[in-house]
């Protein structure tokens, strides 16, 4: 089957450092999304991996391992604006390149 | 460049009513797709087109939900008639396609059925 899990909800305090995990089942994994979702807002992209290994863009960073179904989004130097969801998607390279999305992380970030 | 843009940003409607919502992709896009997002949720795919072909609509409710492409450009979705359920945000994405699938999302519409 198909699946996708990561946490309902986060804590974290602002300059801190926090990870968020995402665990996937599915067949003809291609890659795995990280979206940032504010609230009352659209989805925007953040990262994309496709090969195992850490993929560092400024304050966020991606991990996946293909071989675990596992991928991490890393956050460093926690800032108020950071307060979102964080949604996980995994790409299915199918006929269709389906995209199955997780029911999002809320991260609340504390001063 | 112009994002995809997508009216009305809010609807309200009673139930049994009807209701359409429009989406203009990026320009150059094949693939566009209509998503359903409940409070707390993630975006659930409703209907996937490549082009103005229709690749997945799995998890369209296809007795009142209707969505076509016109031309292989803009889309609109349709929902006749709306149930109190129904109320959620509608969002559209497009994607390059041809293996690039990072999707770019319109602002969504906020329909609530009363």
């Known amino acids: 089957g198909q699946n996708i899990d990561q946490p309902t909800e986060m804590t974290a305090t602002e300059g801190a450092i926090v990870q968020i995990n995402c665990t996937y089942q599915t067949s003809g994994f291609n890659g795995l999304f990280w979206y940032q979702q504010h609230a009352g807002e659209a989805p925007t992209f953040l990262s994309y991996n496709v090969l195992d290994g850490l993929e560092e863009k400024g304050r966020f960073s991606s991990f996946l391992s293909r071989s675990k179904g596992y991928s991490y989004l890393l956050l460093k130097e926690l800032q108020m604006k950071d307060s979102a969801s964080y949604l996980c998607a995994a790409h299915n390279a199918g006929n269709n390149r389906k995209l199955i999305w997780g029911l999002g992380t809320s991260l609340a970030v504390n001063p | 460049e112009a994002g995809v843009a997508q009216s009305p940003r809010y609807k309200i409607i009673e139930k049994r009513q009807s209701v359409a919502f429009w989406c203009n992709p990026i320009?150059?896009?094949?693939?566009l797709y209509w998503y359903q997002q409940i409070l707390g949720q993630g975006p659930k795919l409703l209907i996937q087109f490549q082009n103005n072909g229709v690749v997945d609509d799995s998890q369209l409710p296809k007795d009142r939900f209707s969505a076509e492409r016109l031309k292989g450009v803009d889309s609109t979705l349709k929902i006749q008639p709306a149930k109190l359920e129904d109320s959620a945000v509608y969002l559209c994405a497009s994607s390059l396609g041809r293996g690039n699938t990072e999707a770019f999302f319109g602002q969504g519409t906020r329909l609530t059925v009363v």
């Open positions: 320009s150059g896009h094949a693939t």
